[in-house]
């Protein structure tokens, strides 16, 4: 059972029968966690509980705790709780597809960020291209950037392809 199951199966009047102690009628009972309390204070609803004299507060696994000074994984298992123990395996390929899919995801926006810029160039030796003398050095110059990052585009255009 899970922390929530036995939270239903129980209600805080069931545990506190269990170590002998009947609320009164206004669901009252004295405290076991401290003493000198004449009159009951430990106020006792149907999923916690609360001491108005000491401040005890907490739900039936933090009562159980208190009574029986043992640990929540003590009294989950007492309570009916089964208590399994992730593998060290499966954390580890959790862990591993994770940190693939970031590093996919980085690569993607890398790839995303390095189109945007060749397609920016590409724009920008055009529009030298446009405004130069045809075969003049500028024009030149730009031609041969604008063959080289036409060559990038293709690349880039293959690489994402291939995603």
């Not at 009252?28 to 004449?38: E, K, M, N």
Request: charged content about 30%; overall charge neutral.
């Amino acid at each position: 059972m899970t922390v929530e199951e036995i939270k239903a199966a129980y209600s805080m009047r069931d545990i506190v029968a269990r170590y002998g102690f009947q609320p009164n009628r206004r669901g009252f009972i004295s405290c076991p966690f401290h003493q000198g309390d004449r009159q009951a204070s430990l106020k006792i609803y149907d999923r916690d509980f609360h001491c108005h004299a000491c401040g005890a507060n907490g739900d039936i696994f933090d009562f159980v705790e208190r009574m029986e000074n043992v640990s929540f994984k003590e009294v989950f298992q007492t309570l009916g709780g089964a208590y399994e123990k992730p593998t060290f395996s499966s954390k580890l390929a959790i862990y591993q597809s994770q940190k693939r899919r970031d590093m996919l995801r980085k690569e993607r926006e890398r790839l995303d960020r390095k189109k945007e810029l060749n397609n920016m160039l590409i724009g920008i030796y055009r529009a030298y291209m446009d405004r130069s003398e045809p075969f003049s050095d500028i024009w030149c110059d730009c031609c041969n950037a604008l063959q080289y990052q036409l060559y990038i585009h293709t690349e880039l255009n293959e690489t994402e392809a291939r995603w």
